[in-house]
């Protein structure tokens, strides 16, 4: 058996995700790991422009329908594939955000954190704009 834990009817969500958190590999993230996240935009500037332009191609031309696909029906094992292609993104591109992003995700959608994939899928679209190109 997984686990030999009892949880009483009715269940909270709460209750519920304390209780797989005990028997499920999962990691909380603080607002301190947050604020130490590098500096997107100088970071995004960083990269050569022709890997940047690609990049915006490919998070535009898939990856956005997909996080929409996301927020209108969310599918924990979907949530958690989604996540593992921006992170594989964000160390092919170096690009850390895009890591940072995926690994909150992929917690988010292990921990069963509705509430949390939901901010982060909204938080896609800007962390997608800070990887445009800009035009000189």
Do not use: H
Not at 27 to 38: P, Y
Not at 39 to 45: F, G
Not at 111 to 136: A, G, P, Y
């Amino acid at each position: 058996a997984i686990s030999d834990g009892y949880l009483q009817k009715p269940v909270s969500r709460k209750e519920l995700v304390s209780k797989l958190c005990e028997f499920l590999k999962n990691k909380v993230l603080t607002i301190n790991d947050r604020k130490n996240e590098s500096n997107k935009s100088d970071e995004i500037k960083s990269i050569d422009p022709i890997k940047r332009k690609e990049l915006y191609k490919i998070l535009l031309d898939d990856k956005i329908k997909k996080c929409q696909d996301l927020i209108e029906v969310m599918d924990i094992s979907e949530a958690i594939n989604f996540a593992k292609e921006i992170r594989s993104l964000g160390i092919e591109y170096m690009f850390t955000p895009l890591l940072v992003w995926g690994d909150e995700m992929e917690n988010s959608a292990n921990r069963f954190d509705s509430d949390q994939i939901s901010s982060l899928l909204k938080e896609f679209f800007e962390l997608v704009d800070t990887v445009k190109v800009d035009k000189q």
